[in-house]
């Protein structure tokens, strides 16, 4: 069966600090995978998504995110955060059940 | 922007009170979810649709009840609610299938249970 974790409950970092939200897969199946961004007092947003093809994925308000296979892994980074990043990111994984599992977030705080 | 309206935002009841959370999309998506989503905590999938008269439960089981009449339509309806049923509940919809496709997701429902 397929999981997803997100190590890091909260990541506190600095406004312009570079940061990497990290998320780990098991999956013994071909996968595809996703990030999530969820704003304060919002519903979720598609940040970048990994379906095939090259391993780094390039989203939304500088985001981007690299597709580590042997590592299974898909960590999502910015190399200068803005406080208006701050909010609660979500990685996803699905396999050819068509299930989608989410993992349990990860609040980033930018501070100015 | 998004096309996809949940109401009410947050609802604070007292136990046994039937509810009912709404959820309409203006795209035209066939396909329709219902997330619960606690602190902490994965979300989890309660109840899908593929399309009008189909509705399906989702991984986690639950005590809603869901129905599809109309395409943009997809309410929840808790008969009886209880301190249990406190979550955020949320409405998604797609075109293609959850593997590949991006869900677009309401901004939630909030309930309270007292």
């Known amino acids: 069966a397929q999981s997803v974790t997100q190590l890091d409950s909260q990541v506190p970092v600095f406004e312009e600090a570079p940061v990497e939200l990290r998320c780990n897969y098991s999956s013994s199946v071909s996968v595809y995978l996703f990030w999530y961004v969820q704003y304060p007092n919002q519903g979720l947003q598609l940040l970048l998504k990994?379906?095939?093809?090259?391993?780094l994925v390039k989203g939304i308000n500088g985001f981007e995110a690299e597709f580590n296979k042997s590592q299974t892994s898909f960590h999502l980074r910015k190399p200068s955060v803005h406080i208006s990043d701050t909010a609660e990111y979500f990685c996803a994984v699905s396999d050819n059940t068509d299930k989608l599992i989410f993992g349990t977030g990860t609040r980033l705080q930018v501070f100015p | 922007e998004a096309d996809i309206y949940q109401t009410p935002r947050y609802l604070v009841i007292g136990t046994g009170k039937k509810i009912t959370l709404e959820c309409s999309q203006t795209m035209g998506h066939d396909k329709m979810y219902w997330y619960q989503q606690d602190p902490g905590m994965e979300l989890h999938l309660i109840h899908y649709s593929y399309g009008v008269n189909s509705t399906e439960k989702g991984d986690l089981s639950s005590e809603s009840t869901v129905s599809r009449i109309r395409t943009e339509h997809f309410p929840l309806t808790l008969e009886s609610a209880r301190p249990s049923h406190t979550s955020q509940y949320l409405c998604?919809?797609?075109?293609?299938?959850?593997?590949?496709?991006?869900?677009?997701f309401g901004e939630g429902s909030r309930l309270t249970v007292l």
């Open positions: 990994y379906l095939s093809g090259s391993t």
């Open positions: 998604a919809s797609s075109t293609g299938s959850r593997r590949t496709g991006e869900l677009f």
